[in-house]
Every structure is written in structure tokens, then in C-alpha cells.
């Protein structure tokens, strides 16, 4: 967990040198590459990730050591092969089958993280194909792949680092130069907020299941290609599905200047509490960094709701803003260990969140109705 926290605070700014550099660049090309609401949206995604991946490090960290000394069939020696072999059957198949090769713990340790920031250099449109690397690694033409929504390119190039796999498993699709990937969901996603984005796909599934009358349908959901779903569902309980790429309507919402300004304002303040989390997570009990993380999650989930005009940000921003002052209540006024004028400005600041919500909510319904009123 200490490497971890200590390549955050090397990678995140390394990302947002980046993002910066290429929306530089792309202005210069006269590229039109993101949204400001996307994002946004991307970039709080990001920071769930990273809140859960951190939590999830520490849990794996405890039970990998127990399955090395228990179960392991041979143990690696030479650090520069065990390094290797992690690396490479890491990015085959993750935890469970080098727990078995004997791995030392701490080289996980290190190699997980690096892992997963080595996936960020290639989400971009700026970067061509890279010669001979397009055979080796996953680049950002391989990638652009991946998250397209073209008939082409479908459940393909699923690889993280090593390409091999998808060569190796048949789901390897280069980009071509007569089909522009065009990036999306097949069934759209009609909200900023990242925690329904990333849990959406499974509800689906899950609904899927629940309805089907099919006992075998119901197993089956969970092993077949994206977008498959059981006959007697699918003419049941129709959704959207987007069938032509190049007529895809992507999601929008008005929001004004002084919204958007906000929410980058609720972003950077998270990340600023994401490291904060990290770096106190080893002096609290699992309970209080569960609070925490918490916390960081609900914000995420409130002010992406509102840059979706959704009312119930103001029911996650009560909530939130509750569950704060139980945590402020019993570490006796105090924000996990910060200095009393820094408690309180963490204090203030949320509660400033809770009554910008309250704002932007009644000045989006009063825009609502007034444009309702110009319709007649």
C-alpha cells in the first residue's frame, strides 16, 4: 500500500500533465477531442477507480500472502526472473494464477499499481499506429478499438499491456484506415455519473436474468458476447440499442458555465481528499477508511448527478453531508487527523457543497420551467 500511495502522487500529476498536453495540442490541430462534461465524468470515473483499487490492494495484499506460502508450487528466486513472470502472467490472467508460481508478495505490490498506470499513456485520439510496437504492446490505435462501437470492432482488442493475448485468443482487430471508431456504449448511457455507468451493464444483465423464464438463458447471460439477451426478454422488455454507429446521438445536457466551473471545482477537491485517504489509511481501522471512501464516493456520485439535472443529488448530498458530521462527531470535531483549521475547512466546505446543490437544482428547475413557458 505504501508503493501505491507513493506512485499516485507521482502518477496523477503525471496525468494531468498529459490530458493537458494533448487538449493543447489538439486545440492547436483544430481536433474537437472532449467534451469539458466528459471529462469530467472520465476523470471522476477514474478517481472511483483509483479509491477502489486502493482498498482492494490492501485486501489482496493479506490473502495473496497466505496463498504463496500455502499453495505455491515452486518459488521464484532470482528477482529479475520472479519480476518478469509477474509482469507477463499478470497481464494474462491477474491474481489467482501467480499466486501459484510463487511470486513473492511484495513484487505483486509493486508490479499492481505500475500495472494498471502503464494503461493510461494510450487513452487517445492524437497518436497513430507505432510501426513494429503495434506487434508487441497495446497502443493507442489497438485501444481506440477496443472502446468502439462499430459492428468492426466489437469485443475486440481486450489486451492490457502485452497485445499477445488477443492474437493469441482470436479477439485481436487492428484500427482501419476506412472505419473511424466511433466511441460509445451499444446500449447508451444517458448519464455523467460514473458509479451507474460502471454499474448499468451489470443491472442489465441482471434484470435480464431475473425476467428470463429460461433456466438456461439465466446462466447463460453471464458467458455471451455484448448484447446478447434471451428472446423472450428482448420482446418483452425492449431497450435502446444503437445499431448504426454513425447516427449515434450522443448524450448532452445544458449546463451553464458556472455549473460546469463547479463541477471541475468538486473534482479537484476529490482528488485532493483521495490522497489524503490514502495517506491515513494505515493509522484507522477498516470501518473508519470505509467511511472515508465513502465519502469520496458519494461526492463523486452528487455532482455528477447534478451535471445530469437529476434531483436526487440533493438526497446523496444529504446523506453525505450526515454521514460527515457522525465521522466529525466521533473523532471528537476532528477530519482524520488534520490540523483544527484545516478540519474545519473540510466542515465548511461541504457544507458549501450541500447549498451550491440546493442552488443549481432550483436554478435548473426555474430554467426548466421557463422554457416550458416558451414553448406555448
Known sequence: MSFYIKSLFFAIPTFVFLISLEAWVAKKKGVNINRS?????????????????????????????WLVESISIYKLTPIWLAVIIA??????????????????????AVLGPLHLF??????????????????????????????????????????????????????????????????????????WNP???????????LKDAWHTKSIFDKIKIWFMPTGWRPDDVKEKFPIEIINDPDKQIKYETKNSPLLISWGWIQLTVTNILMFHFFIITPDYSNVFNSLYASVIILNIFSFTSLLDHRK?????????????????????????????????????????SFILTIFFLNDLSENSKQNTLRLF
Open 37 to 65: 462534461v466528459d471529462m469530467i465524468s472520465s476523470l471522476s470515473s477514474g478517481v472511483t477507480n483509483t479509491v477502489r483499487d486502493g482498498i482492494k490492494f490492501s485486501f489482496v495484499i493479506i490473502s495473496y500472502s
Open 87 to 108: 509482469f507477463v502472467v499478470q497481464d494474462f490472467s491477474g491474481y489467482w494464477m501467480h499466486a501459484l508460481l510463487g511470486i513473492p508478495p511484495a513484487i505483486f
Open 118 to 191: 502503464m494503461q493510461f499513456w494510450y487513452h487517445t485520439q492524437l497518436i497513430g499506429k507505432l510501426g513494429f510496437l503495434e506487434y508487441i504492446i497495446v497502443t493507442p490505435s489497438h485501444h481506440r478499438v477496443h472502446h468502439a462501437i462499430n459492428p468492426e470492432y466489437i469485443d475486440k482488442n481486450y489486451s492490457q499491456i502485452l497485445i499477445i493475448w488477443d492474437k493469441l485468443f482470436g479477439t485481436f482487430q487492428p484500427e482501419l484506415e476506412s472505419v473511424k471508431p466511433v466511441y460509445g456504449t451499444l446500449k447508451p448511457m444517458k448519464t
Open 195 to 205: 458509479i451507474i455507468i460502471n454499474f448499468k451493464h451489470f443491472c442489465h444483465l
Open 312 to 352: 436526487y443529488a440533493f438526497i446523496v448530498e444529504s446523506v453525505k453531508l450526515t454521514l460527515i458530521f457522525g465521522i466529525f462527531y466521533y473523532q471528537n470535531l476532528n477530519w482524520y487527523g488534520l490540523e483544527n483549521f484545516l478540519s474545519y475547512g473540510v466542515t465548511l466546505y461541504f457544507i458549501l
